[in-house]
């Protein structure tokens, strides 16, 4: 009985932290409206950043309205490479969690190739923290790194539907 009371208690936390974390249409729709006013500036300044380290990149993106909620390395593919050897060159900053991207079908990408290629599986075992916190370990080893290309995008992401739903 009190194994199942901690558990309730447990997920009743979960919710309502959940409830509490989770952006209002109100709200989403302002910090759309910021994303949209910074990223023009991200393009109209590429030239101080290109040749430089991620650092100054990562230190302006932070300060400004583009909350980074999910990180992605970009990798090569295996099917392209010699003994499907998969390669990391940059990395792709998202402003929501996956889930959150899928269930609003929009999101807003930042595409940055980086003047690296450190191979895939030796990148990843050199990221140690489980969690959240691995995101920002794979932004910490970039730091150095000097910046090639820098872009961004706005997805709109089509519904999907099963073969039996066609």
């Not at 509490?20 to 393009?43: H, Y």
């Not at 392209?80 to 390669?87: G, H, I, P």
């Not at 899928?102 to 923290?129: N, T």
């Amino acid at each position: 009985m009190r194994k199942l009371f901690t558990l309730m208690a447990a997920m009743l936390f979960s919710i309502t932290m959940y409830a509490q974390n989770a952006p209002t249409a109100e709200e989403q729709e302002r910090e759309n409206k910021a994303i949209e006013a910074f990223l023009p500036t991200l393009d109209a300044r590429r030239s101080e950043f290109v040749g430089q380290p991620a650092k100054k990149l990562f230190d302006v993106i932070r300060g400004s309205a583009f909350k980074i909620r999910n990180v992605s390395p970009k990798e090569t593919s295996p099917w392209a490479e010699y003994k499907s050897k998969m390669w990391v060159y940059g990395l792709s900053l998202f402003n929501k969690p996956a889930q959150q991207a899928m269930k609003d079908k929009e999101v807003y990408r930042i595409s940055i190739i980086l003047d690296i290629r450190w191979e895939s599986s030796a990148f990843w075992d050199s990221i140690s923290p489980a969690g959240p916190a691995w995101m920002e370990a794979v932004m910490q080893k970039c730091l150095d790194a000097k910046v090639k290309e820098v872009s961004w995008e706005h997805f709109y992401i089509p519904e999907r539907k099963t073969s039996s739903e066609k």
